[in-house]
C-alpha cells in the first residue's frame, strides 16, 4: 500500500495547479482524501472522493474552485484547483481509507479516518 503525490509548486493568486495521488495496492472500494497544512496550524481536510461510490466532498473553503476526481484505470485521484488563493499555501497530503466516507460525521474530511498517507507536496500561492 503506498500513496504518492505529484504536482505542487509555486503559482500566482488566481492560478492553476493539479495534484495526483497515486494509489497503490488498492481494490476499488477506497475512499481518498486531500488533506493540507500551513505553518503552525493544524492539517485540515480539503476534499474527498469515495471510488466506490462516487461520492465527493469539499470544504466550504474550496468550493467551487476545487475538483476531486477519479481515474481507476489509472489508480489515480487528482485535484484541479483553480482560482488558487495564498491562502491555499500549505503542504498537501492524499490519504486512503478502505470503504467510503459517505456515511462518516466528517464526511470524509476527518484526518482520523484515514489509514495511509503519502508524503505530501508543497503548493505554494504568492500574492
Known amino acids: 500500500v503506498q500513496l504518492v503525490e505529484s504536482g505542487g509548486g509555486l503559482v500566482q493568486a488566481g492560478g492553476s495547479l493539479r495534484l495526483a495521488c497515486l494509489a497503490s495496492?488498492?481494490?476499488?472500494?477506497?475512499?481518498i482524501g486531500w488533506f493540507r497544512q500551513a505553518p503552525g496550524k493544524e492539517r485540515e481536510g480539503v476534499s474527498c472522493?469515495?471510488?466506490?461510490?462516487?461520492?465527493?466532498y469539499y470544504a466550504d473553503s474550496v468550493k467551487g474552485r476545487f475538483t476531486i476526481s477519479s481515474d481507476a484505470t489509472k489508480s489515480t485521484v487528482y485535484l484541479q484547483m483553480n482560482n488558487l488563493k495564498p491562502e491555499d499555501t500549505g503542504v498537501y497530503f492524499c490519504?486512503?481509507?478502505?470503504?467510503?466516507?459517505?456515511?462518516?460525521?466528517?464526511?470524509?474530511?476527518?484526518?482520523?479516518?484515514?489509514?495511509?498517507w503519502g508524503q505530501g507536496t508543497q503548493v505554494t500561492v504568492s500574492s
Open positions: 490519504a486512503a481509507h478502505r470503504g467510503t466516507t459517505r456515511f462518516s460525521a466528517s464526511n470524509g474530511l476527518g484526518p482520523w479516518e484515514y489509514e495511509y
Open positions: 495496492g488498492f481494490t476499488v472500494d477506497y475512499a
Open positions: 472522493i469515495s471510488v466506490r461510490d462516487d461520492f465527493t
